[in-house]
């Protein structure tokens, strides 16, 4: 079993930037591919970025390319979502999943808040 827990939310302007973080605990993190999604009020949970394993292939949704960046260091146990030039719409609680054929672990999410 894989426990996630995400932290680096907060409030922050228009035009700003946030790092997320994501740690996970045990010994088989290297072997999920991880992602990151969000949820707005009254939306449906979006992805918002995933990598690979191995940390050499990473995408994101349309909506933040060229603003967010995925990383992950698998000696850290932990996977980032860099995160610039920061709009309102960007609000949201981002969550970060790791996934591995049926397993699928989630983390308790962090609030991300744009003022305009």
């Known amino acids: 079993q894989v426990q996630l827990v995400e932290s680096g939310g907060g409030l922050v302007q228009a035009g700003g930037s946030l790092r997320l973080s994501c740690a996970a605990s045990?010994?088989?993190?290297?072997?999920?591919?991880m992602g990151w999604y969000r949820q707005a009020p009254g939306k449906e949970r979006e992805l918002v970025a995933h990598i690979s394993r191995g940390g050499g292939s990473g995408n994101v949704a349309d909506s933040v390319k060229g603003r967010f960046t995925i990383s992950r260091d698998n000696v850290k146990n932990t996977v980032y979502l860099q995160m610039n030039s920061l709009k309102p719409e960007d609000t949201a609680v981002y969550f970060c999943?790791?996934?591995?054929?049926?397993?699928?672990?989630w983390g308790q999410g962090t609030q991300v808040t744009v003022s305009s």
């Open positions: 999943n790791a996934l591995r054929g049926s397993s699928d672990y």
């Open positions: 045990g010994r088989t993190f290297s072997r999920y591919a």
